[in-house]
């Protein structure tokens, strides 16, 4: 059972940085996409970022130009930096990867990682 293992989170000031890191516990087969999801209190999961195997990224708009997403394939590792940093961007951060073997699709979710924004 793949096991997507985050870290990184915690709480800073509007204006600071973190960087969030996520890598799969016990298993090292590539992953198709990586990304992050987030989800705030009384709001829907929501995508904030991911990559392809290729290098390929896609960021939401509220984030576009503030985080940055990059992958290890070596590694099997996601990588979130975030700066600039507001109290909207407060939420569980959720690590996504998935696996496809057509027609089939596999998906894995990390645990989450809470990041709070306040001064």
């Known amino acids: 059972q793949v096991q997507l293992v985050e870290s990184g989170g915690g709480l800073v000031q509007p204006g600071g940085s973190l960087r969030l890191s996520c890598a799969p516990s016990g298993d090292s087969r590539s992953f198709n996409v990586m990304g992050w999801y987030r989800q705030a209190p009384g709001k829907q999961r929501e995508l904030v970022a991911d990559?392809?195997?290729?290098?390929?990224?896609n960021y939401a708009d509220s984030v576009k130009g503030r985080f940055t997403i990059a992958r290890d394939n070596a590694k099997n590792t996601v990588y979130l930096q975030m700066n600039s940093l507001n109290p909207e961007d407060t939420a569980v951060y959720y690590c996504?990867?998935?696996?496809?073997?057509?027609?089939?699709?596999?998906?894995?979710w990390g645990q989450g990682t809470q990041v709070t924004v306040s001064l």
């Open positions: 990559i392809t195997s290729g290098g390929s990224t």
């Open positions: 996504y990867a998935d696996r496809i073997r057509s027609p089939m699709k596999w998906i894995y």
